[in-house]
């Protein structure tokens, strides 16, 4: 029996390839923002003209540098909403409409299938069981001209996830214990299988926390095979009735269980993503700034998580919030978690890449720590490079941003 990889390659190809074979494939959907869709537009142009196979299959959100804080970056998206207007393009998220991923998420991806787009944190559609795979904007503006790609088929690695969460542990502990187990690039080649023994311990958002940081994995794409969890998100959030294939798993390459009972609250310290410590291996750290948001964990229940901590007082560290769409920031309106994080002294917005690649609301300054709930941590990525920066999980960054060092969550949470 295949693979979840093999299925959805089997019914674009018609036949079940192999790992290693270079196979052509018609994506369900493309994407870009600003901070690609520059160079994307410019190499349709150099072609001849600028076009796209299918307007419908095409989505675009100006999310990394929105709104624009320089004139370039300003320049760049008058640029794009000239081709998007001549091209009709009708699935297109101006500044405040979200973060692209968060956007695919919540309105367009679905199990089974194929999705391209030019921004390495693609993979997070793999929650809902979509092989999404980032790619460069030269490859993604040929996709967009041909309709089609090639794609090297990756091997399968299996993840059994067991147990419940316990208190303080989500699933961006779940993705640094990955880190910390196989190391930043340990799953080059592989597409990473998840199976969840108890698929209510383990929700949609925190799924998606873990399919965005399998990019820095190495991973080709991960993808939870989907269940009664991907079903109830879809009839919920969307309206729509999808029933997962019974299938009997195939051969994998290797297999790896995480027993989600054993995990504590972790970080990525300075300067890789797998170099994880417990949060009580750097206790006391003073922290200058804390960022809750982004792709990776810029969703409601990051929300939650953060204003259950902060509604304890004010914060002594600087911190700014960014729920990932606007969707995710009218529903913490509605349950008070944004009157929360204001009154707890928080810079709120909504939308936006913002502080994670330090383009915006947020750039690091020389000798500062910072605490964020992003996927990256490299030297100088959230701004000057004698910055240092922890990722954490959000509770974990609320907590730094209450006691203006590094603490351990879990009793914040009682």
């Known amino acids: 029996m295949p693979t979840w990889t093999e299925y959805i ?78 091209l009709g393009l009708p699935h297109f998220y101006d500044v405040g409409g979200g973060i692209l991923h968060q956007i695919i998420l919540e309105k367009y991806a679905m199990p089974e299938q194929v999705i391209f787009a030019a921004d390495s944190h693609t993979n997070t559609a793999g929650a809902l069981g979509a092989f999404a795979h980032g790619m460069g904007a030269t490859d993604i503006a040929a996709t967009l001209k041909l309709g089609k790609t090639w794609v090297v088929v990756p091997t399968p ?61 190495g991973a080709d794409a991960l993808m939870f095979v989907p269940d009664e969890v991907t079903v109830d998100y879809l009839q919920r959030e969307r309206g729509v009735t999808y029933k997962p294939p019974q299938l ?10 995480v027993e989600l009972n054993r995990l504590e609250p972790l970080v990525a ?46 914060v002594k560290s600087r911190c700014i919030a960014i729920p990932a769409s606007y969707a995710v920031f009218r529903k913490a309106m509605e349950l008070g978690y944004i009157d929360i994080l204001t009154k707890a002294g928080c810079v709120v917005t909504y939308g936006t890449c913002g502080p994670c690649l330090g383009g915006h609301f947020g750039v690091a300054g020389p000798g500062e720590v910072v605490v964020s709930t992003s996927n990256r941590n490299f030297k100088g990525r959230m701004g000057h490079p004698d910055s240092k920066v922890y990722l954490a999980n959000p509770a974990t960054a609320a907590a730094a941003a209450l006691e203006g060092k590094i603490v351990d969550p879990r009793p914040y949470l009682s």
Request: some cysteine; proline content about 6%.
């Open 9 to 86: 390659f089997s019914k674009k190809l018609g036949k079940t390839p192999s790992p290693g074979d270079v196979v052509e494939v018609v994506p369900d959907l493309v994407g870009f923002h600003d901070l690609t869709g520059y160079h994307v537009l410019e190499v349709l142009e150099s072609m001849g003209k600028v076009e796209v196979f299918d307007k419908e299959r095409v989505v675009v959100a100006f999310d990394h540098l929105a709104p624009p804080p320089t004139q370039r970056a300003a320049e760049i998206m008058v640029y794009i909403r000239k081709h998007v207007k001549t």
């Open 157 to 217: 690695f299996r993840i059994d996830v067991e147990g419940h969460f316990p208190k303080g542990v989500v699933g961006k502990d779940v993705a640094l214990h990955l880190l910390g187990q196989f190391g930043a690039e340990g799953f080059n080649g592989y597409s990473v299988e998840v199976y969840v023994k108890e698929p209510k311990a383990f929700p949609m958002e925190d799924r998606a926390t873990v399919a965005n940081m399998s990019t820095e994995m």
């Open 248 to 257: 009997m798993p195939g051969m994998y390459a290797e297999r790896y269980t």
């Open 269 to 314: 310290a300075p300067h890789s993503v797998d170099n994880v410590k417990s949060v009580r291996e750097v206790e006391g750290v003073e922290v200058d700034q804390v960022f809750i948001g982004s792709c990776t964990n810029g969703r409601l229940s990051d929300m939650e998580a953060a204003a259950r901590i902060l509604k304890r007082g004010r």
